[in-house]
């Protein structure tokens, strides 16, 4: 099994930056993609960002790209996600996911979920 624990979340407003990490731990890791994914009440689960175990391929939706930064850690098992220019719409519980496959854009395609971090952006 593989545990993941998010980080950093919290409140900021509207323009501000938050960082999020996510460490995981457990089964050996290696050759995995991780990624982020965040859900409203009533809504389904959104795809964020996502990293290739390498880091040389990196994914973004549409509605953050420019302003989310994502990138990890090998050495440390973690994964960040750098939050500029920050908007009310951004609001959610932000989660960490982990694939020892390549991962994707829906969240059937994620093995492992970590518990999730609130993220509020206030005006």
């Known amino acids: 099994q593989v545990q993941l624990v998010e980080s950093g979340g919290g409140l900021v407003q509207a323009g501000g930056s938050l960082r999020l990490s996510c460490a995981a731990s457990g089964r050996t890791l290696s050759s995995y993609a991780m990624g982020w994914f965040r859900q409203t009440p009533g809504k389904e689960r959104e795809f964020v960002a996502a990293i290739h175990w390498s880091g040389s391929s990196v994914v973004y939706a549409d509605s953050v790209k420019g302003r989310f930064t994502i990138s990890r850690d090998n050495a440390k098992y973690t994964v960040y996600l750098q939050m500029n220019s920050l908007k009310l719409e951004d609001t959610a519980i932000y989660y960490c996911?982990?694939?020892?496959?390549?991962?994707?854009?829906?969240?059937?395609?994620?093995?492992?979920w970590g518990q999730g971090t609130q993220v509020t952006v206030s005006s």
């Open positions: 996911n982990l694939d020892y496959g390549v991962g994707g854009t829906h969240s059937q395609q994620w093995q492992y």
